[in-house]
């Protein structure tokens, strides 16, 4: 049973271009969250999808936006890179137990 | 507020010793508090989580301690090892229906052989 994948690992991109994040939930999750860690800082929430709707977004700016598809998979997608979106982002699923968000590993996001 | 408060930001403890990391919060809407653990370059993996009305829940080494009355809940590891050495994070998610962990700024452990 796989865990919650992400695509791609690592990325470099430069200030202004735009990026797109990858990820699967966990098998039986229906339910993806979507997270900012900035360097030695705790992850910072950015939005949830369930039934591919947006049903929670957080503290961040309209540049950052997702999408999720009928088979519960998701993208999260920033435009017009800015420098201080260098970061992990992480996603997180969870099924009927919605309060268990199990992570993936990852993808680094470097912007130059 | 919806804000997690951890201590310490760094904690060195010896083979054998007890590792304690401590959290508060001021939401008292919050009803579920668990905690992370992360290796470098991997995601967070879900160690252990508790209500509050529960003081103390225990799986293997790890411990969490929970003081309702004061907000703070606290992460105990037993006989800690080196493998324990590890970035913490504690979190909590609110009742009011939001999803969002709000997670604490974490607590890099490391155990010395």
């Known amino acids: 049973d796989a865990g919650v994948t992400q695509s791609p690992t690592h990325l470099i991109k430069t200030r202004g271009q735009q990026v797109t994040l990858r990820c699967s939930p966990k098998s039986g999750h229906d339910t993806v969250s979507w997270y900012q860690q900035a360097l030695g800082q705790g992850p910072q929430f950015i939005f949830q999808?369930?039934?591919?709707?947006?049903?929670q977004r957080g503290n961040f700016p309209d540049r950052f936006s997702g999408h999720q598809f009928p088979n519960y998979s998701s993208e999260l997608n920033v435009n017009a890179l800015l420098l201080g979106d260098s970061a992990l982002y992480l996603c997180?699923?969870?099924?009927?137990?919605?309060?268990?968000?199990?992570f993936g590993p990852g993808t680094r996001l470097l912007v130059l | 507020q919806q804000q997690v408060k951890q201590s310490p930001q760094s904690l060195i403890v010896q083979k054998g010793g007890i590792s304690i990391i401590n959290c508060a919060y001021e939401n008292t809407a919050f009803d579920y508090f668990p905690w992370y653990q992360q290796f470098p370059g991997k995601g967070p993996a879900l160690l252990i989580a508790?209500?509050?009305?529960?003081s103390e829940k225990k799986e293997g080494r790890f411990t969490i301690s929970f003081n309702k009355s004061a907000k703070q809940f606290s992460l105990h590891i037993m006989d800690s090892q080196p493998g324990d050495s590890a970035t913490y994070f504690c979190a909590a998610l609110g009742a009011w229906g939001a999803q969002k962990l709000v997670f604490g700024q974490g607590t890099r452990l490391t155990i010395n052989p």
């Open positions: 999808y369930y039934e591919e709707e947006e049903r």
């Open positions: 508790i209500r509050p009305d529960v």
């Open positions: 997180a699923s969870s099924g009927t137990d919605q309060e268990t968000q199990y």
